[in-house]
């Protein structure tokens, strides 16, 4: 059983839809991650929040828009998608967001698998 | 920048076989090292890590050494099972730069048939 919960597990949208993803951890960590995972390319870090403040914003396309409305819970809002943006979008989360020698472990959820047609 | 570069995959062996899977970093400054895995329909997990140099991380039979001199974090382990089977990510915190950043590798998919 995961202490990082993501829902839905799978996701196919239109271009022209909105959708949001959901993330929740239950372990009482402060940071919040989203990470998507594409075939053949490393993981890439896309959001990161730190006790529900943005601390981190990787050069995302805005059509990806991150809510943090709490250190629990953590979104990922979708709209006018395009196919390549087509992958596993990982949440994940950590007990801070430091910049000391021990940042780990992160734990992650299980991902949502999303597929725009 | 930092970076991470694994070996290619995928890797087929069979059960009890021995495993290496390479793995070489660059960093400006003493990056932590890790290991996560990944088994199918899951998210990733931590499998190992090592802090600085010489530190061995071990777990579940897996080992890797954090290698200074040659930029370098092998995982092995002397005999493996099918439950093995997923794909392995080496990664970096590259924390000297922004809040802690991990850096990962493509990742090698393991297979090991029975």
């Known amino acids: 059983e995961t202490g990082v919960t993501q829902t839905p597990r799978h996701l196919v949208m239109g271009m022209t839809n909105k959708k949001s993803l959901k993330c929740e951890q239950h372990?009482?960590?402060?940071?919040m991650y989203w990470y998507k995972q594409s075939a053949k390319k490393p993981l890439e870090l896309m959001f990161v929040y730190s006790l529900e403040e943005r601390v981190e914003n990787n050069s995302v396309p805005s059509r990806f828009s991150p809510e943090c409305p709490n250190s629990s819970h953590l979104f990922l809002h979708l709209h006018t998608l395009q196919p390549e943006d087509s992958a596993l979008y990982l949440c994940?989360?950590?007990?801070?967001?430091?910049?000391?020698?021990?940042?780990?472990?992160?734990?992650f959820g299980n991902g949502t698998r999303l597929t725009v047609t | 920048g930092d970076s991470v570069t694994q070996m290619e995959g995928p890797v087929t062996l069979s059960e009890e076989a021995f495993l290496t899977i390479n793995c070489t970093y660059t960093a400006t400054g003493y990056p932590s090292l890790f290991w996560y895995v990944q088994y199918p329909g899951e998210g990733l997990q931590l499998l190992l890590k090592?802090?600085?140099?010489?530190d061995k991380g071990s777990n579940k039979g897996f080992e890797a050494t954090y290698r200074k001199e040659t930029t370098s974090f092998h995982l092995e382990k002397g005999s493996v099972q099918v439950s093995d089977s997923a794909v392995y990510f080496c990664a970096l915190n590259d924390y000297g730069g922004s809040q802690g950043n991990l850096i990962f590798g493509k990742g090698t998919k393991l297979s090991v048939k029975p």
């Open positions: 090592a802090t600085k140099a010489d």
């Open positions: 372990l009482g960590h402060n940071a």
């Open positions: 994940a989360s950590s007990q801070d967001a430091g910049t000391g020698p021990d940042l780990g472990p992160l734990h």
